[in-house]
């Protein structure tokens, strides 16, 4: 694998944290504390119940919706009351079936800074949060901007809900949805300067490269670009997040997707060539069969199972990460060869919801990362 560069660090921030209750000490002005771990072990981070203060389950939980340059990332936690629940001492358990307690929770967003280990409570907005897989976050000397999409099917007008962090203040936008019939999966939202880009696994892309961060409330146009021929499937199609994933690797934007076209699992992945026409480039693939088969499988002592999709390399496109029984492993997808294997620290969710959904990767300088808030450790 490509060393690090000495300018960049890249971590595998893992999406639900770990929460403690609320008394749990923290010194005074930090809300959270992060275990930083070198790739492809996880980064992971922690909250107080007063955070995130609805126990966890598969349709409720606090998630990292975004993150971004300085430091920055855009944790999402419902407001519930945790105090009046029977069993606050199990609050960080994850429930595999919906709990039923959550609804009419207010829903939050948070800044959290490396820097300091603040999270900072944005303010509810007058029009209500949705759906934080739809939310992005750039992040500029001056501050923060989220942008959470918020489509109505059957209109070709779409909601854009943005935070201004310098201003302390929310505005709403109308802008154009180009695929007007058909709702969005928010499966994630990228921001690789000047491009915002939410991300749909079974569709394609909508993206903009209007927001400037002196002026967060130009007019905007949303760009379609549908994913590669032969890989759009039904809206709403379950566990997308575990057979593709979608991500920027060596500056270019990279789609891999399981799929087994004759009826033998592959993995092949593409690139985009052209923002303006949508053009895909196909990219390569391996069978499944090509990987088991290598050596450096078979050292692994796994079982011939296809594995779920973790991310890509973001600087080596050829190698594509993998989750399979609570380890995590790398493929070479032009050689087969497995590199990188260790058990993987995510506790939440279990194992078997393991996918791309639930990791994120957060480049930052050696010097932030080296320079992080008091509650920051470096794993060994």
């Not at 890249?10 to 639900?16: F, K, P, R, S, Y």
């Not at 519930?80 to 959550?102: R, S």
């Not at 709403?236 to 033998?264: A, N």
Request: charge should be negative; aromatic fraction near 12%; proline fraction near 9%.
């Amino acid at each position: 694998m490509e060393p690090p560069s000495p300018e960049k660090q890249w971590a595998i921030l893992v999406c639900v944290p770990h929460v403690v209750p609320g008394v749990h000490d923290y010194p005074p002005g930090t809300e959270f504390s992060l275990r930083h771990d070198d790739p492809p072990q996880s980064s992971r981070f922690t909250v107080p119940s007063r955070i995130a203060s609805d126990p966890k389950d598969i349709e409720n939980h606090p998630y990292v919706a975004a993150v971004g340059a300085y430091g920055r990332f855009l944790l999402y936690a419902t407001q519930g009351n945790y105090q009046a629940l029977a069993n606050q001492h199990i609050l960080d358990w994850f429930y595999t079936e919906p709990l039923g307690v959550h609804h009419g929770s207010p829903k939050a967003y948070f800044i959290c800074e490396l820097k300091t280990c603040a999270a900072t409570r944005l303010p509810d907005p007058e029009h209500p949060i949705v759906n934080p897989g739809n939310a992005g976050l750039i992040s500029c000397v001056a501050g923060s901007l989220v942008v959470e999409l918020q489509p109505t099917p059957g209109n070709h007008v779409a909601t854009l809900l943005c935070y201004v962090s310098w201003t302390n203040t929310w505005l709403v936008r109308d802008v154009n949805y180009p695929p007007v019939h058909r709702p969005w999966g928010a499966h994630g939202v990228i921001y690789d300067e000047p491009r915002l880009t939410w991300v749909d696994l079974s569709y394609g892309l909508l993206t903009s490269s209007q927001f400037l961060y002196d002026n967060p409330n130009p007019d905007l146009e949303l760009r379609f670009i549908p994913l590669p021929a032969g890989c759009e499937r039904l809206a709403g199609t379950v566990d997308l997040d575990k057979e593709r994933c979608v991500g920027m690797s060596d500056e270019r934007l990279r789609y891999v997707q399981i799929h087994s076209p004759q009826g033998q699992p592959i993995v092949s992945k593409w690139m985009l060539v052209n923002w303006d026409t949508g053009l895909w480039l196909y990219d390569g693939y391996i069978s499944f069969r090509e990987i088991w088969d290598d050596e450096s499988y078979k050292a692994m002592k796994l079982p011939e199972h296809v594995p779920t999709v973790a991310f890509i390399h973001p600087r080596d496109d050829d190698l594509v990460y993998f989750f399979l029984q609570s380890r995590i492993f790398g493929v070479d997808v032009r050689t087969g060869e497995c590199s990188d294997w260790i058990f993987f620290k995510m506790n939440s969710p279990p194992s078997r919801y393991h996918s791309s959904r639930f990791v994120r990767l957060w480049q930052q300088t050696k010097k932030l990362f080296d320079g992080a808030g008091p509650n920051v450790q470096r794993g060994t």
